[in-house]
């Protein structure tokens, strides 16, 4: 069983397919795939899962395969380069079609690639990670990291279609899920109350894995985040929203030392403490901060930043974030469970007082 939704931008628009069985379903690919070769972008750790399903529903097409090694830390320059190396030592023309199988760093990496070979070719998302599907392989954001900052190099490339197949989700570590359950009850907290109380409720099934629960929180998630993006393409504005804990959060992740904190780990704190800044702004009540901290940690999340990263240090490193605009930080905040804001309207003091907020 699966189901189809449609990200609306124009001639960029495109569909994700969310379901059982669709990755070694050759009708997932067929109506998208663009010339006669394929180039699959993967790592060490996804290809032995997952890599012979998917060539074999590709056995129409002539494909190669590169296996990048696994992780965040290797989200770099260096390591992206060798997708050219391989589609250059294979003569790969325009006439292809990439397709990123695995998390949000193979998406990334694979969606850049494609926006930069022979200035552009298309490509396919086949996201493995409940993080992937709900969030990365949907919007057009691709990029490495660089030294001084996350994401800093990419581009704006929007995939032909998104594959996302619940089974893989299975042999996902629990850890894993429960990063991308962060991402997920995000969705909650900038758009949709009735959604937030649905994962109040059901959190268990979630986290167990249940294939309904599970289809319907990535389908909502990917509603919510397709709706923003047609809004906002190029985050000129509401895109802005779904960075809700993220400036906080890249600042945790670069603070720790990037592999070190698992991105929804990161986003999951950045939350509670965007909760806590909107508490201080006289938006949110002590209750609903409660609420939300207790739901995040429900999903077995942390909810307090690493303990020896001072408030000073996050203050630096969320300065060099790429959310600072003309010397103004801008925050996402909530205005209440349910709704977000973005604003460059928060004092030093204010921001430092929440910084410095730890309650363990
Ligand atoms: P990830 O890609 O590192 O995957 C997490 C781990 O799970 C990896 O070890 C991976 O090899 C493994 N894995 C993947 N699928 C698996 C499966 N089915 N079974 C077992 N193991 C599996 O991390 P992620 O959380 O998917 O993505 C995080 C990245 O996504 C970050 O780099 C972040 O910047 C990026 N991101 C991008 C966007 C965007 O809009 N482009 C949005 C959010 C996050
Ligand atoms: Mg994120």
Request: some cysteine; charged content about 25%.
């Amino acid at each position: 069983m699966s189901q189809t939704l449609n990200v609306d931008l124009g001639l960029r628009s495109y569909p994700i397919h969310i379901g059982s069985g669709l990755l070694a379903d050759p009708e997932s690919y067929r109506p998208h795939v663009r010339g006669d070769r394929i180039m699959i972008v993967t790592n060490e750790t996804v290809a032995p899962l997952y890599l012979d399903p998917l060539e074999q529903a590709l056995s129409d097409y002539r494909v190669s395969r590169v296996v990048l090694p696994d992780g965040e830390q290797y989200k770099t320059m260096e390591v992206w380069n060798r997708i050219f190396d391989a589609l250059l030592q294979e003569r790969f023309g325009r006439d292809c079609t990439l397709v990123a199988l695995g998390g949000g760093v193979i998406g990334d990496m694979a969606g850049f690639a494609a926006a930069c070979y022979q200035r552009g070719v298309p490509f396919i998302q086949v996201p493995t990670t409940l993080l992937a599907q709900v969030d990365s392989s949907v919007g057009g954001k691709t990029g490495i990291n660089h030294p001084a900052g996350k994401n800093m190099i990419g581009a704006f490339h929007q995939p032909l279609a998104v594959i996302a197949d619940t089974d893989t989700l299975e042999t996902l570590p629990q850890k894993e899920l429960s990063a991308g359950l962060a991402e997920v009850l995000k969705y909650g907290f900038i758009r949709d109350a009735a959604f937030l109380a649905w994962l109040e409720s059901h959190m268990a099934e979630l986290l167990s894995r249940d294939p309904n629960a599970l289809s319907h929180a990535i389908k909502r998630s990917c509603e919510i985040k397709a709706l923003i993006v047609a809004e906002d393409e190029l985050e000129a504005g509401q895109r802005a929203l779904l960075n809700l804990g993220h400036t906080f959060g890249h600042a945790i992740e670069a603070g720790a030392g990037y592999g070190a904190w698992l991105h929804g780990e990161a986003v999951a704190v950045g939350t509670c403490m965007a909760a806590n800044l909107s508490q201080r702004l006289g938006w949110l009540e002590d209750k609903d901060v409660e609420r939300l901290r207790r739901l995040i940690s429900c999903a077995g999340l942390p909810t307090e930043p690493p303990a020896d990263l001072s408030p000073d240090q996050m203050l630096e490193l969320m300065a060099v974030d790429k959310k600072v605009l003309d010397g103004k930080m801008r925050f996402v905040l909530l205005k209440e469970l349910g709704e977000a804001i973005v604003t460059d309207e928060v004092d030093r003091d204010t921001l430092y007082a929440t910084l410095a907020d730890r309650r363990s």
